[in-house]
């Protein structure tokens, strides 16, 4: 008897679950069909799930494996340089800082030529580093001093807006919405201030006149590295390890953000017409996806921002398939019920 309750309690149970399914299921129709509900601001959505809340950002970057990379590098190019300083000739002052002075000078490629491979062994030394080093600089440096960019960013805006009233909110929003501004003005900054330190530097430490200090910096940042001008003290090039790193690669930033920020004004500039322009029939067929020749708040938005370029006719359909896949009753809605006959 006991076995015989137990089955008939699990058997409800299961019927009940689908009659609550069949309940939810919609008269007729795609899930396109529903209107999109916003709620008030006083209303509360609890999560499906709510132990997954505290879910970590995909994009959290770490600076020690950065670290690392970087201690590896010049590490190892230091003792390959050390161990062969007799196949490299030029201007030497102290053999462990010309090494790491040497490897700097390889990995930015600005290659000034006052210490050059002179053996077979010390130029394919070179080479292998001149490519890892590159790498080096493009895939992991460029995007740590990105990382330091966007943490400064809230500290620019509150300097520049410094005075007026403006909440957290509205200092995030304007931060975000012109994030390529904002970084490309710090970038900018920064570089500036190293190229006048750079200058400084060499017309009062490496007793150059300003014109070739500044030529100097320029031939230098621009990876140029005509040669002519270099660092050639010990105090020079101790200065020169930290300096060509850093205003290299804060140059190239620049460039990037300046590109970054192009793009951005345009894609407002798109976002505004697309917005402004009045819609005709043939808009109509086309943002109506389930055919039913009715245009859904949901459809409309999709759209518009297909229209912006922010997402294409494939995005669309590849999350639709991935919703009707989830939607185990085909009502159009995802519940937890919806999500317990989809483990996976």
């Not at 460029?142 to 805006?157: C, F, M, N, P």
């Not at 505004?272 to 043939?282: D, F, Q």
Request: some cysteine; charged content about 25%; hydrophobic content about 40%.
């Amino acid at each position: 008897m006991g076995g015989d309750e137990a089955r008939q309690s699990l058997l409800s149970e299961h019927s009940n679950e689908k009659n609550d399914l069949q309940r939810r299921k919609p008269r007729g129709g795609d899930g396109l069909e529903k209107e999109v509900k916003f709620k008030g601001e006083n209303d509360e959505q609890k999560p499906l799930n709510p132990q997954r809340t505290d879910v970590k950002p995909l994009a959290e970057f770490h600076f020690r494996p950065v670290l690392l990379w970087l201690a590896a590098y010049l590490g190892g190019g230091t003792i390959c340089f050390l161990l062969t300083q007799h196949q490299i000739k030029g201007i030497k002052t102290n053999g462990f800082l010309d090494a790491i002075y040497f490897c700097v000078v390889t990995m930015t490629t600005v290659g000034y030529g006052d210490l050059v491979p002179d053996s077979q062994l010390s130029k394919l030394l070179a080479c292998i580093y001149v490519f890892t080093g590159m790498a080096l600089v493009g895939l992991i440096l460029s995007k740590a001093a990105d990382y330091i960019v966007e943490k400064q960013e809230i500290i620019l805006v509150k300097t520049i807006f410094k005075g007026e009233n403006i909440d957290p909110e509205q200092l995030t929003k304007e931060v975000e919405t012109n994030k390529a501004k904002y970084k490309l003005i710090l970038t900018a900054s920064i570089f500036l201030v190293l190229m006048i330190a750079g200058t400084i530097f060499l017309y009062f430490i490496e007793n150059l006149d300003f014109v070739d200090s500044f030529y100097c910096v320029c031939s230098t940042v621009t990876t140029l590295g005509y040669g002519d001008k270099s660092f050639s003290t010990t105090v020079g090039r101790a200065f020169a390890v930290f300096w060509i790193l850093s205003s290299t690669i804060c140059l190239a930033q620049s460039f990037a953000y300046i590109a970054e920020h192009y793009t951005e004004k345009r894609q407002r500039s798109l976002a505004k017409r697309v917005l402004a322009r009045k819609l005709s029939h043939l808009d109509l067929e086309a943002a109506d996806l389930d055919g039913d020749h009715v245009v859904s708040s949901t459809e409309f938005v999709l759209y518009k921002l297909k229209e912006m370029g922010k997402i294409s006719q494939d995005d669309i359909l590849t999350v639709l398939d991935i919703f009707r896949q989830l939607d185990f009753d085909q009502s159009g809605t995802l519940t937890e019920a919806d999500l317990r006959y989809n483990p996976d």
